[in-house]
């Protein structure tokens, strides 16, 4: 399979990722055992009782591609006292290629340029994919009231209750995460 054939397939397997690995409210996070197949994970993910951070993401999505054969591993970045961020780099045809299936994005450029330009100061936008979904399980004893508050007014839709978790339908992207996360505060201070 050439290079552009197998980009796209990579990009369909995080689309699917970013759908199947809902993201869910601290209490309600799921330890991934990167042993298990990605059929596994899914279906454990697809009871509704719990989620992912962006570590699970980068984790399913390494799986998916590695039981596929191809060469991945997860890069973990950001603050370790604060907040973290891990993304899937894959390598195809010799290129490392950089997928974020926590917020279904992807770079154009290999993981050693991102490096260089970050060092350099210089800005590299993501190729985010808007037409999926995800779902957030929110644990409303455990959730922020603001952060109820924003996901019954920003989610495109609420689906039924599943064992005391609200689920709402949403595109989750960096400003889903901003609204919802009370990390990022503490983020921001380590800066």
């Known amino acids: 399979m050439g290079g552009r054939s197998l980009s796209r397939k990579v990009r369909r397997l995080r689309r699917r ?19 298990s197949p990605y059929d596994e994970l ?3 993910l697809e009871s509704g009782e719990c989620g992912v951070r962006s570590g699970g993401a980068a984790l399913a999505l390494w799986r ?3 039981d596929r054969g191809l060469r991945a591993w997860c890069y973990d970045f950001g603050f370790p006292e604060s907040l973290t961020h891990m993304v899937t780099v894959v390598e195809v045809d010799g290129t490392l290629e950089v997928h974020d ?12 340029v991102l490096l260089d330009c970050l060092r350099g ?9 808007r037409r999926d979904r995800k779902v957030y399980l929110a644990d409303p004893a455990f959730e922020p009231e603001t952060t109820m508050r924003w996901l019954e ?6 689906l039924a209750p599943r064992n ?14 901003a609204r919802t ?9 380590d800066l």
Do not use: I, K, Q
């Open 17 to 35: 990722v970013y759908r199947e690995t809902p993201v869910a409210t601290w209490n309600h996070v799921a330890e991934l055992d990167c042993g």
């Open 42 to 44: 899914a279906e454990m």
């Open 64 to 66: 998916v591609v590695t």
């Open 101 to 112: 299936a926590f917020f279904n994005l992807s770079y154009p450029v290999g993981f050693h």
């Open 121 to 129: 100061e210089v800005a590299v936008a993501a190729d985010l994919e």
């Open 153 to 158: 007014a920003h989610a495109d839709r609420e």
């Open 164 to 177: 005391g978790l609200r689920r709402f339908e949403l595109l989750w992207d960096w400003s889903a995460f």
């Open 181 to 189: 996360s009370a990390e990022l505060d503490t983020a921001y201070r």
